[in-house]
Nanobody, 127 residues
Framework: QVQLVESGGGLVQAGGSLRLSCAAS????????MGWFRQAPGQEREFVAT????????YYADSVKGRFTISRDNAKNTVYLQMNSLRPEDTAVYYC????????????????????WGQGTQVTVSS
């Protein structure tokens, strides 16, 4: 049974930092791109960042570019999201997900391209 478990969320002041982790179990995802998405109250889920299976290529939403960094450790079957210079508008539930196609070096930010999802971790940024 595949399971993705996010952790590391919490309450932080604007300008602060958090590091999210997403641990996968049930199978290895070393050959799959993985991504982070977020959903604020009353908003649709949106793309944040994605990383190719090798970790060589990363892609970011414009709203987080230069502030967030996605990385992965395939030996641990884990993907991370380092979030710096947090803003109140970053407040959301953050989800990790696995791309449905193996080996992609150009994973998109489309939700439908990801077929395994975690349950999310809350990030709240106070002003």
């Amino acid at each position: 049974q595949v399971q993705l478990v996010e952790s590391g969320g919490g309450l932080v002041q604007a300008g602060g930092s958090l590091r999210l982790s997403c641990a996968a179990s049930g199978r290895t995802f070393a050959s799959y791109a993985m991504g982070w998405f977020r959903q604020a109250p009353g908003q649709e889920r949106e793309f944040v960042a994605t990383i190719t299976w090798s970790g060589r290529f990363t892609y970011y939403a414009d709203s987080v570019k230069g502030r967030f960094t996605i990385s992965r450790d395939n030996a641990k079957n884990t993907v991370y999201l380092q979030m710096n210079s947090l803003r109140p508008e970053d407040t959301a539930v953050y989800y990790c997900a696995v791309h449905r196609y193996s080996g992609s070096n150009y994973p998109t930010g489309r939700l439908s391209d990801y077929n395994y999802w975690g349950q999310g971790t809350q990030v709240t940024v106070s002003s």
